[in-house]
């Protein structure tokens, strides 16, 4: 099988709170999420999604994963793409870095291998384990008062598992915490994620005012060493997100017993293809994950799904499903929430129908 035309394609993903906030003041009101569609001489059509939180969140934008597109998808013309491991040999040949926009392509050619062999990802991943995926809801940041208020909302739509955005005024992030904490209900679980913009005397100054509660305390601060630093002066189990870009940084943190959990984005690190080394080393390692992505629609949330939904449920500390933020869907089978759950999709490949309609015209095609 050989890759014959590849179409790249701009989706603007309204919001479905209007905007959504995190540290230090950064917001977006729409995910500008990026479509890959791949087309094969069998037949054969595999979508992948790449959508960066805006340009200010990781080392990525939007407009850069087309713009790596453009330098990559020529180079993967009459390649397998079955043949996973030589499509990141070939891009990694072609493009030194950039591991979001590898994360697109990656993600059409699972699809295509799922399809070709007629199972699901979830398959070619291990297999589904259990019945369904946890996923958390993040709730952007605002006044304590409002932040309570967005938790009793998705409480009501099912959601157990939050994660709130702190990484502010430290005294507002205390009362935060401790405002959204004082309402939680039994079971359920509290993370709090200051996204690195804590510096070290702010995040040393919450985590011993918040010593009492029973949360997690997710990526304080920028540096990786203030990060290790704050994380021995908690007595809350950690997480490590940001500072976690790949291999190398999981084996280190592992090595420096920096983290209880670990937050896998498929983008941040290059695709399925590399998540899915870091998962089986995280089993392996014993380390809980989260799986999930920084933003985009159906697509994404399919391999999130996948990749989840293979993950042994004692390792899966969460997922997201970053389509339940939005007002658009791409794919009318496309994995969904349901009360706090969701199911990586049954069909082969990424087991997502994307709409006809839902694309538009290509940004641009290499033929
Ligand atoms: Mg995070």
Known sequence: MKIMRIAVYRVDLPLREGTYSWSSGKSITTYDSTIVRMETDAGLIGYGEVCPLGPAYLPAYAAGVRSGLGELAPHLLGQDPRQIGVIHRVMDERLKGHA?????????CWDLLGQAAGVPVSTLLGG??????????????????RMVERVALYRAEGFRHFQIKVGGDPDLDIARIRAVA?????????????????LSHQAARVVHAIDDIDLYLEQPCQDYGA????????RRPFILDESIDGITALLRAHRDQAMDVVNIKLSKVGGLHVARQMRDLCVAMGIAMTIEDSGGGDIATAAIAHLAHSTPEALRFSASDVNGYITVRLADD???????????????????????????KPVFVVR
Do not use: F
């Open 100 to 108: 979001y926009v590898k994360s697109a392509l990656d993600m059409a």
């Open 128 to 145: 589904c384990q259990g019945a369904a995926v946890k996923v958390y809801r993040a709730i952007s940041q605002d006044t304590p008062e």
């Open 182 to 198: 004082a309402r939680l209900e039994p079971g359920e679980v509290l993370v709090a994620d200051a996204n690195t913009s804590w």
């Open 227 to 234: 990060c290790l630093d704050i994380r021995r002066r908690t």
């Open 334 to 360: 496309g994995p969904y929430h349901d009360r706090g759950w969701m199911k990586a999709p049954a069909a082969p490949g990424l087991g997502v129908t994307v709409r006809p309609d839902a694309l538009g």
